[in-house]
């Protein structure tokens, strides 16, 4: 039976107790799509699953501002780091929301009509080049941890999916038609326009650290600190060394694509851990069985697996992040 997992066989929602079971409960009530492939992916490590669904929660469903405003930013950050299911998945929110024609245009390749719509796609698409100017924004200050935890949360969403999921988000790939991209929106659009209480998931985090300056006093910044906690914990997965590789790679990453010709990447053969900690970080949608099959031994599960491509994929995030240079959030 085909599934939508790369790489790991994730046990069946149904199946699960605990804190995972918390999670996907309030995953199904407040976004309204049952087992989400993108968290379900996840649930091998929970540790990373509820932070990963919290920053989702606080920023682009719980937190200020316009939800088809978010989606855009989401999109456009999409698009920035080639996450094709992603990109599908918020052309389908963007018809959840209302905005058919909005998101028609847009899965076309086409800029949206009103000026404010399309500095919020380009805005997205603008936070994978570490330092770029992101200021003045394109929506209102006091909504700027829900628009910068939401581009956030989908710098690290993006990365998990291309490394771990099929490119197509629904079987047959039938999202290309237009109708059924519709009707999938209009099935959503009770979930989407539900409001959401504030800070609902911080009960399921275990712990968090310190919160960053732009979203210092909102639910997104715990649930960053949360999920940066959880993420670099995968560095316990390589060795000092491949740890000192994969990060000085990131220091001077500049946001641009690697092109396949160039030998950015270390070798499979002597440091496969290294090599597909920082594919996550740079290039996910490049990693091929052959780097998974030259990492894993025995001792690697399932868990293993997503723990360390969270670590890159967190490292990127880390990244852009610091690299800011924003006032800080109101008081």
């Known amino acids: 039976m085909s599934t939508p997992f790369l790489h790991t066989e994730p046990l069946p929602p149904k199946s699960a107790t605990g804190r995972v079971a918390e999670v996907y409960e309030q995953l199904d009530r407040d976004f309204g799509i049952d087992e989400p492939s993108t ?176 979203a210092a006093g909102s639910p997104v910044g715990v649930a960053f600190a949360a999920l940066r906690q959880a993420a670099l914990m995968g560095a316990n997965l390589l060795d000092a060394d491949d740890q000192s590789l994969v990060q000085r790679a990131l220091r001077g990453w500049d946001g641009s694509h690697p092109s396949p010709a160039r030998q950015v990447f270390p070798g499979r053969e002597d440091r496969p851990g290294a090599r597909l900690a920082l594919l996550a970080a740079l290039a996910p949608y490049r990693i091929t069985e052959e780097d998974i099959t030259a990492w894993r031994r025995p001792e690697h599960s399932d868990h293993c697996l997503v723990h360390l491509v969270a670590y890159g994929a967190f490292l990127a995030v880390e990244r852009i992040e610091s690299a800011w240079t924003l006032s800080p959030a109101p008081g």
């Open 39 to 214: 968290f379900v992916v996840l649930s091998s490590a929970p540790a990373l699953l509820a932070p990963a669904w919290a920053l989702m929660r606080e920023s682009l469903l719980a937190g200020p501002g316009s939800r088809t405003g978010k989606e855009l930013v989401a999109l456009g950050v999409s698009q920035a780091n080639k996450c094709p299911f992603c990109v599908t998945a918020h052309t389908v929110l963007l018809h959840a929301t209302g905005d058919h024609a909005l998101a028609e245009r847009v899965a076309g390749g086409g800029a949206p009509v009103d000026p404010g719509h399309a500095r919020l796609l380009e805005w997205g698409r603008l936070t994978r080049t570490p330092g770029a100017a992101l200021e003045p924004y394109p929506f209102p200050r006091e909504e700027a941890p829900a628009y910068l935890g939401t581009a956030l949360s989908f710098h690290f969403i993006n990365r998990i999916a291309s490394a771990l999921l099929k490119e197509t988000m629904l079987p047959g790939n039938a999202e290309r038609f237009r109708a059924v991209r519709s009707l999938a929106g209009r099935s959503l659009s009770s979930a989407v326009r539900r409001r959401l209480t504030p800070g609902a998931s911080l009960a399921l985090l275990d712990a968090s650290g310190p919160v960053p300056g732009w």
